[in-house]
């Protein structure tokens, strides 16, 4: 193992975990009104695309040392999931992400620069929470 991976193994152990989630709608919608209804599976989409660009650099200012590739998606929970299928705009959705913050930030900290992060993009609807 390169003395490189090491590192990166031995800083997941101050992992924390945080779930992004959002209500648009009070029920599921069919997927004929998609044009005209906003759709949970979207807005996380979105949010989670301006965390962290496609180079694997985090861009949530302060969160994880020089945008090092700290944060992972790790569960996603939008829409049916069910047996068969079910055509529908979600009316909700959560995702938990994974973040390995800088050593001098608590776990508090880096949840409110993910809320910060959020806000400036426009997602103050999605709530964010310490798992």
């Known amino acids: 193992m390169r003395e490189e991976e090491e590192t990166d193994m031995e ?9 992004l989630s959002l209500q648009i709608l009070s029920s599921d919608v069919h997927s004929m009104s998609a044009a005209i209804v906003p759709s949970a599976a979207w807005r996380l989409v979105w949010a989670l695309g301006t965390m962290k660009n496609e180079n694997e650099t985090v861009l949530v200012d ?15 929970d939008i829409g049916y999931s069910g047996e068969g299928s079910k055509t529908i705009v ?32 426009g997602f103050a609807d999605i709530q964010v929470k310490l798992c």
């Not at 979600?90 to 910060?116: F, H, T, Y």
Request: hydrophobic share 40%; net charge negative; charged share 25%.
């Open 11 to 19: 800083n997941t152990q101050n992992a924390i975990q945080v779930e």
């Open 90 to 121: 979600p009316a909700s959705g959560k995702c938990r992400i994974e973040v390995v913050p800088m050593d001098n930030l608590s776990a508090q900290e880096a949840v409110e620069k993910i809320r910060k992060h959020l806000d400036s993009y």
């Open 62 to 76: 302060g969160l994880c040392q020089n945008g090092a590739k700290a944060l992972n998606v790790v569960d996603l």
